[in-house]
């Protein structure tokens, strides 16, 4: 934990909050989620301040999908690997057993919770400061591979090409045992008057597939009545 929190280069005055940040449902009813989505926020906030500052020339559009690449769930994965978060994790025994500390969503979703542990713990600079830090290597630039894009993200930029508000994923329930899990999200577009629903063994994944179900609704139904 200490050298984790070299390689932050923040030392947590309330040191239980990282660890907070580390533990998974499955290990502890005292586990990162909360903080995971206190984080995706102040991520998304402190990456979109860092593109506006380095891409001063590029529209909005083209942010968005510069963002939307540096915040999904791949670069973020790399990036908690790089950490050496995978060995720090608490997991329970049927998540470590289905290889939990090497799943790209488990790893996403701890880094996200330590962004928003640091933000508790010392406010938005630091933890704007542990974002540019963290996204130091990665290569920011204007042509950043848009081929593959994620549900979300093709969802995000078709609303935002039409000048939609962002659509909202709601938790509708979990079910089954905190080590095997599924959810189920709803995304919501309140604008069109449009609910989908989407099933997934983690939060984000059921996002995805809510996401996906919504784009099969508006390429279907919205696009066609265009």
């Known amino acids: 934990m200490q050298q984790l929190q070299q390689r932050l280069q923040h030392e947590f005055e309330d040191p239980a909050l990282l660890a907070r940040a580390l533990t998974h449902r499955s290990f502890s009813i005292d586990h990162y989620e909360r903080l995971e989505f206190l984080g995706d926020s102040v991520l998304n906030l402190a990456v979109s301040d860092l593109l506006y500052r380095r891409l001063s020339a590029l529209p909005e559009g083209d942010l968005s999908r510069v963002r939307a690449n540096l915040v999904r769930q791949e670069t973020l994965h790399k990036l908690a690997v790089d950490l050496g978060l995978p060995r ?112 997934g063994g983690s939060r984000r994944a059921a996002e995805q597939a809510a996401a996906a179900a919504m784009l099969h609704t508006i390429k279907t139904k919205v696009d066609h009545d265009n």
């Open 88 to 199: 720090l994790l608490k997991l329970g025994e049927g998540e470590m057993r289905s290889g939990g500390p090497k799943r790209p969503s488990i790893l996403a979703d701890a880094l996200e919770a330590i962004i928003g542990a640091v933000y508790l713990d010392a406010g938005y600079a630091a933890a704007q400061s542990l974002v540019q830090r963290l996204f130091e290597a990665v290569d920011v630039n204007p042509q950043m591979d848009a081929i593959g894009k994620d549900p979300k993200t093709q969802l995000q930029e078709w609303l935002q090409g039409r000048k939609f508000k962002l659509p909202e994923y709601r938790v509708v329930t979990i079910m089954g045992a905190a080590h095997q899990q599924s959810f189920d999200v709803a995304c919501e577009i309140a604008e069109l008057r449009l609910s989908e629903r989407g099933m």
